[in-house]
């Protein structure tokens, strides 16, 4: 079945710092890949997309690059700010297997102090 | 575009006691998805409608679990016979487009405390 693996948090930088969080999926066939940040207290919000392998996905200065060889999608970011603290979650939708149901990952929470 | 609403914003509720959530998506999205959260997990698929079929559920949604979407605009998901372990932030997403990019817009959620 289809899966998502992201890294453990909390992810706790200064601000300014690099941000990685690891992604990487199961599937059966050619999932489109998706990033969705969760701020406190709000609903789960979609931050970046990729829907085929090379693509890049970019938004808010996110990026995220769809890897097949190494089926990941690791999201990234050159310089954080304390309004980037949430929760990032990790999806796949892979209509391969009939369904269209997307699957998140347990998510990953950033913290950034000033 | 209001976004998706959810109501009510909590829920607590004694052991055994009925509970039913409503879900109004955004309008004229024809696909609309229930999911549940537990602390440190991401979003379990429920069910998922698109108009008011019902086309998928989870084999999480036991028998004590219905959802309905009687006329294609909102939704409600009621749980039966409550049990502690149905404690969980209640999601519910929706969308209009097709194709492997779909992009899901999802409400506040509804906090349920079953004690």
């Known amino acids: 079945g289809n899966s998502v693996t992201q890294m453990e948090g909390p992810v706790t930088l200064s601000e300014e710092a690099f941000l990685t969080i690891n992604c990487t999926y199961t599937?059966?066939?050619?999932?489109?890949l998706f990033w969705y940040v969760q701020y406190p207290g709000e609903g789960l919000q979609l931050l970046l997309k990729a829907t085929k392998a090379d693509d890049k996905g970019s938004n808010k200065g996110f990026e995220a690059t769809y890897r097949k060889e190494t089926t990941s999608f690791h999201l990234e970011k050159g310089s954080v700010q304390v309004s980037d603290s949430a929760v990032y979650f990790c999806?796949?939708?892979?209509?391969?297997?009939?369904?269209?149901?997307?699957?998140f990952g347990r998510g990953t929470s950033l913290i950034v102090h000033p | 575009d209001t976004g998706v609403s959810q109501n009510p914003r909590h829920k607590i509720t004694k052991r055994g006691q009925n509970v039913t959530f409503r879900c109004d998506p955004i309008?004229?999205?024809?696909?609309l998805y229930w999911y549940r959260q537990t602390l440190g997990q991401g979003p379990e698929f429920l069910t998922y409608?698109?108009?008011?079929?019902?086309?998928?559920k989870s084999r999480l949604l036991s028998d004590r679990f219905s959802a309905e979407r009687p006329k294609g605009s909102f939704s409600t998901l009621e749980i039966q016979r409550t049990e502690q372990g149905d404690s969980a932030m209640y999601l519910c997403?929706?969308?209009?487009?097709?194709?492997?990019?779909?992009?899901?817009?999802f409400g506040s959620g509804t906090q349920l405390s079953v004690l």
């Open positions: 599937a059966t066939g050619y999932p489109s």
């Open positions: 309008s004229e999205h024809n696909r």
């Open positions: 997403a929706s969308s209009s487009e097709q194709g492997s990019g779909e992009k899901l817009f």
């Open positions: 409608f698109q108009n008011e079929a019902q086309l998928e």
């Open positions: 999806a796949l939708r892979d209509p391969s297997g009939g369904s269209y149901i997307p699957t």
